[in-house]
């Protein structure tokens, strides 16, 4: 029997309701992952294909190669001479003496390589001098405007929203990609290179948090690594794009069309948790009545609203230490402090040992398109085999991930001393390492997004995101530069990688674990509910028959 008028759902055995639970529960009750729910997870996929396209661009404008061959040419030698297997940045003038390429007006830089046509490098001169060391920058420049960036809009977006700041944040990424190939010199270059990784990550960062906040607990992790598959597969499109095209700005243009898809977050509604958060209840109520509307399935909107307010109020009577600085938040109490150190430590080395990996590929194989391509695989299954590996836990397998990047680390300096040097051997064993290595390494990076994001309160989920995130650019800023570090010594890069990944494996160990835990939604819950059990005593949301009127699944 249908009664005429919804009743309260009475609490089971009698147990008070817990507010931290609330909205657990009511994305349960819309139907788990629906057709709502993708919605907000393809846009978030979308997004992952133009930031893996610009990052991992680097090897490719750079023109990163083993085969590079220069020479320093007078202005009257003959047009198209072979400089082949020299490597030179002086020329000889008339009285015998060396001048350097670059203090000789009258001369020029050649280039040659099997695999590379015009890059940023040959266009702007980095290979001789002080200039070389400007290289490297390209991609570091990308990163360091990353570390402003997630911070930046990770702030924005927990003071004015993760819908507004999104709404500006893709017009400018768009507007940056198309025009970074205009650029006149490398210092503009370099500039717009800034910009636009503090736009790509920012956004790409302010996504991810409201698929999180969108999606039930018992499938954020799966969903949470599901929306990094197409990172993985960008590896071969910037390689298949620099194997035909064989000039940097045409390169760059082509890669930029698809972040015009990115365009798709003005369909998004606002993170209802964050709406909720602000005292904006009836803007939350009208994004999950849409919700369920679009999932199948239609809510008590009485009871809906009743705790959408009473999750409100508890989170006012929580925020009064809270309020005073958002940045504050993340290091005011002692399980806060913890978390952001060891997690900042996670970040950082982890960004460092993946891109690192991925750097030194090209650089120790003899086709770059091939290995750059290869190590896509180990990409693309990272999040795949994740999304099950992470299903069962966090803090283990990041743990066991880490420690086992450090074995690889070992096997790299192993390989690198007691093989003949660019044998055949050599090369495919470091090949076949490197893949092992940098599967291990994303797949353990991206369990890290899910993983900081579960520890951190939605107060300051954003913004502690955000922190961790500009931890890992940092680290992401230096992998070029320890990927170069080979040309000094052959041990020194697979030693970084070493110290680091163990680091990395400690760091996991001491951090809590968040396996069958609902989300914090402030600083005080991560302090008196760090092991709290997933819901299991709240009254649904859905009504049943006793307390419905005429509610079911469409």
């Known amino acids: 029997m249908v009664n005429s008028k919804p009743e309260k759902i009475p609490l089971t055995e ?29 846009t978030d996929m979308v997004l992952c294909v133009s930031a893996g396209i610009q990052t991992m661009s680097y090897p490719m404008l750079t023109g990163s190669s083993s085969a590079w061959s220069y020479a320093c040419l007078d202005d009257s030698a003959p047009a198209n001479v072979s400089v082949r297997g020299l490597e030179s940045c002086d020329i000889i003038t008339d009285n015998g003496s060396s001048v ?20 940023v490098t040959t266009d702007f001169d980095l290979f001789c001098g002080p200039a070389a060391y400007i290289a490297p920058l390209v991609h570091s420049s990308f990163t360091i405007g990353c570390f402003f960036g997630v911070f930046l809009f990770g702030w924005l977006a927990d003071v004015f929203g993760r819908r507004r700041v ?43 948090i409201i698929t999180l906040e969108t999606t039930p607990e018992n499938k954020r992790a799966t969903m949470g690594l599901v929306v990094h598959i197409p990172w993985g597969f960008q590896f071969f499109t910037v390689s298949l794009v620099a194997l035909f095209i064989k000039n940097w700005r045409l390169e760059q243009t082509v890669q930029s069309i698809p972040s015009i898809l990115c365009l798709i977050v003005f369909l998004l509604p606002e993170s209802p948790r964050w709406l909720t958060l602000q005292g904006r209840i009836d803007e939350a109520f009208k994004v999950l009545v849409s919700a369920g509307q679009m999932n199948g399935v239609i809510l008590d909107k009485k009871l809906l609203l009743e705790r959408l307010e009473r999750m409100f109020e508890a989170h006012i009577k929580t925020q009064k230490v809270a309020k005073k600085t958002l940045a504050l938040g993340l290091v005011k109490t002692p399980q806060m402090r913890k978390r952001m150190f060891f997690s900042g430590i996670l970040w950082f080395q982890g960004a460092l040992v ?5 750097f030194y590929a090209p650089s120790v194989a003899a086709n770059p398109f091939l290995s750059y391509s290869i190590l896509g695989f180990g990409e693309v299954w990272a999040p795949i085999v994740g999304s099950g590996v992470f299903s069962y836990g966090r803090r283990v397998p990041i743990a066991v991930s880490y420690a086992a990047c450090s074995l690889i680390a070992v096997g790299i300096f192993l390989l690198l001393w007691l093989l003949e040097e660019d044998s055949q051997a050599q090369k495919t064993s470091l090949l076949l390492l490197l893949l092992f290595g940098v599967f291990l390494s994303d797949m353990a990076f991206n369990g890290l997004y899910v993983y900081t994001s579960e520890l951190l309160p939605t107060t300051h989920r954003s913004v502690g995101l955000g922190t961790c995130s500009s931890m890992a650019r940092i680290g992401s800023t230096l992998s070029s530069y320890v990927a170069m570090l080979g040309d000094f010594g052959f041990y020194l890069p697979p030693a970084i990688f070493f110290g680091l990944a163990l680091t990395g494996a400690v760091s996991a160990w001491a951090l809590p674990t968040t396996d069958n835990c609902v989300l914090p939604d402030t600083v005080s819950d991560v302090e008196t509910k760090q092991k709290q059990p997933r819901p299991s005593k709240l009254a649904p949301i859905r009504p049943t028959p006793e307390s419905s009127i005429i509610l079911s699944r469409l």
């Open 354 to 358: 993946n891109h690192g990996f991925n």
């Open 100 to 119: 350097h390429c670059y203090n000789d007006r009258s001369a020029h830089m050649e280039y040659e390589n099997p695999y590379f046509g015009e890059t």
């Open 166 to 208: 999104l709404c500006f944040g893709v017009p400018a990424m768009i507007v940056l990609s198309f025009l970074l190939a205009l650029s006149p010199n490398i210092y503009i270059f370099l500039a717009i290179r800034s910009l636009q990784g503090m736009a790509v990550f920012g956004c790409f960062t302010v996504m991810f």
């Open 14 to 42: 009698g147990k008070e309701e817990d507010e931290t639970q609330v909205f657990e529960w009511i994305l349960q009750d819309l139907g788990g992952v629906g057709r709502w729910n993708w919605q907000v997870i393809l």
